[in-house]
């Protein structure tokens, strides 16, 4: 006799297990995924001499083909966003990593600065879709105490693609030309874009928060959790968050308490990016003016980027136990650190280790900003949250590299860059404290249920 139909609830299911196979999966397929994402945004610096010497490119062509790749991120960012909470995540996700891998190797033929700055708006488009999408997607799959860890090892995959797109261009460019760079880059996306969509699953809270799908819901509930036997017929529920049915729209990013957490995610978003693409754009030059040697500059460089991933990945577990009030501690130990190096008279022995430390921790922070991102949206929005969040802080990207000119042009010493840095973390360590006290309200005014009860008749 078959079972009489069941009423599930998806979010209690999830939270009351631990991470499974189908959940380091899905990681793995997101993580590298994410690791091209970061190799082809990376890439483009490292070819550009070569671009510069093939193609007669001058300073200001190169600075608009960079431009033209975050200003298609950001654009990309708010229309992937809305096609995932319209359609579902696995299938922008499938479209946005199979074009951003064709227009990456379609950018191999371009053959003038004309074509090369609308290949890498169109890839930016593409790639700018693609982070936000694979953290609602795995946010929705693993328990709410273990969200921050996932996107932040997500992220490691981000880090590790850039990391080895200066050592991949090193090995092909001289001898097969820029365009190797491109053709691999692309190649490599293409493989994995076929991998996710095999075996990408759509997300069971989206389904549920839709009423559309069952049989899909169901399917893929028992992927999940192979002891479940969940049928079409079982009702599917979310015992967190309310249905919605309706289509997206921006007033949805404010309504209750997310009138204040969106605002406060923004800001403290835009003042992370602005201080990472600072630093990053500017730091080298800024070292050398310092008379450290150029390859000290780009040794500093490297090493902070690498400890701020590593900061990154020590803070995800607490940010998961003690919420956005866990993201502040980078940007206030940064502050400090950077009003420091800016501001007092340091031998070149203490002046480099303390600037090193102050930058990962800019670095650091931004790992937190990421991965606290999408956790507060509804599932129906989710992708929107998140999406919108990472295409305004395109604007801090935007206006870092513009801000460092014109601090460096201003007359000002040098070193005092490090100073009005510091304004960045500070803005950012606010933001996640008054997230935190949101986040903390929501906890104590929100009826959650008493045990992690998976099913019910």
Known sequence: MANAPRRIDIAALIDGRRLGAFNYRLILLSWLITLFDGFDMM?????????????????????????????????????????????????????????????????????????????????????????????????????????????????????????????????????????????????????CALGLLLWLPESVRF??????????????????????????ADGFVLGDERQDRSNFAVGKLFEGDLRRLTPLLWIGYIASTLAVYFAANWGPIVYEELHFARSTAAYVASITSLLGALLGLTLMRFTDRYGPYAVALYPALAFPLLLMVGLLPLSHAIFLPLAVAATSFVGGAHFGVHSIAGIFYPSAIRASGAGWATSIAKLGGITGPIVGGHVLASGLPIVASFAILATCPAVLALSALGIGAVARQRRTTTAMPSSPERTGR
């Not at 966003?81 to 499938?94: K, N, S, T």
């Not at 190797?105 to 600065?113: E, P, R």
């Not at 049989?215 to 992927?223: F, G, K, P």
């Open 207 to 232: 389904l549920a928060s839709k009423g559309r799908g069952a049989d899909r819901i169901a399917a893929t509930l028992n992927r999940l959790d192979p002891t479940l036997r969940a049928t079409a």
């Open 43 to 191: 890439m483009i610096s490292f070819t550009a001499p070569y671009m510069r010497d093939a193609l007669g490119l001058d300073k200001p062509m190169l600075g608009n083909i960079f431009s033209a790749g975050l200003f298609g991120m950001m654009l990309g960012g708010f229309a992937f966003a809305y096609v995932g909470d319209r359609i579902g995540r696995r299938m922008a996700i499938v479209v946005a990593a199979f074009a951003f891998g064709l227009l990456t190797m379609a950018t191999a033929l371009a053959q003038s600065y004309a074509a090369l700055l609308a290949l890498r708006f169109l890839d930016g488009f593409a790639i700018g879709g693609m982070l936000p999408l694979a953290w609602a997607l795995n946010i929705e799959f693993v328990p709410a105490r273990m969200r921050s860890t996932v996107v932040t090892v997500i992220m490691m995959g981000y880090s590790l693609g850039t990391t080895i797109a200066g050592p991949v261009t090193v090995a092909l460019a001289p001898g097969w030309g820029w365009q190797a760079v491109f053709v691999v880059g692309g190649a490599g996306t293409l493989v």
